[in-house]
């Protein structure tokens, strides 16, 4: 048996690199995003992957890291917009494309015998395409679930230099130990906290997830990712996301 933690809407979006409008593959992607929207909740999570995907199959391992925690979808929406940055050190300026959608999905955060899963049920492409394996996003996935220990220096691991400040509660469960496996939920509410995803062989029965989740079949006009991060899909190549195409 197992113990749905918490379900909602997961959307996942990539960025260009500095002055590709027009996407061509994934060696001309900066950045991958995971936005985690709980159910009956108003807050919003900006995740982001330092190897630019999810985790391949065959146990292989992706870090990712809170990089925003807020209770209003417009900052979300500000944040994966397009922006002009003044680099000071280098002296030069720099168009940051706006991220697009990838991905849209339902997700649930599992605890089985005192691991704890992140799955996704994928609804929109309807199809997955070339695009989606890019990143290995595919129409359902189950990642192993580990969150860093913010006073660890665990080797391999990249550091960050502004701590999340975890409640007792929370901090209290490391016990000393490098990571452990997140029983709450609330470990994902706080900016600047490392998880670490991991495919393995060993699957999460998950016969009654799907319908557990509530996935549902979307389309362009009912796409949560528009409506929920109050984004405006004239202003965003929608290709990736409704064909699983590059633009």
């Known amino acids: 048996m197992y113990q749905i933690l918490e379900k909602g809407d997961i959307y996942f979006f990539v960025r260009p690199k500095e002055g590709v409008w027009e996407v ?46 807020t209770r209003n979808a417009e900052e979300i929406k500000r944040h994966l917009e397009s922006k002009i940055l003044e680099l000071q050190q280098e002296r030069r300026v720099v168009t940051v494309e706006e991220a697009r959608p990838v991905g849209e999905g339902r997700y649930g955060l599992i605890r ?8 996704y049920l994928l609804e929109l492409p309807k199809r997955v395409e070339s695009v989606q394996r890019d990143f290995n996003l595919f129409s359902q996935g189950a990642f192993r679930l580990r969150v860093k220990n913010p006073g660890s220096l665990s080797e391999g691991f990249l550091e960050i ?75 965003y190549p929608i290709k990736p996301l409704i064909k699983g195409e590059w633009d």
């Open 112 to 119: 089985k015998k005192e691991e704890t899963w992140l799955i």
């Open 24 to 69: 061509g593959g994934l060696e001309e992607i900066d950045h991958f995003y995971l936005v985690l929207k709980p159910q009956d909740q108003e807050i919003y999570r900006l995740l982001i992957s330092w190897q630019k995907s999810l985790p391949r199959k065959g146990g292989e391992a992706v870090e990712v890291f809170t990089e925003m925690v």
């Open 161 to 235: 230099k502004d701590k999340p400040p975890l409640p007792g509660y929370l901090a209290s469960k490391f016990d000393r130990q490098d990571f452990i496996s997140p029983d709450n939920p609330d470990f994902f509410n706080y900016p600047n906290v490392t998880f670490v995803l991991k495919t393995t062989p060993k699957k999460l029965e998950s016969e009654g997830l799907e319908r557990e989740l509530d996935r549902e079949e979307e389309n362009l006009n009912s796409a949560e990712v528009f409506n929920d991060l109050k984004i405006d899909r004239a202003d």
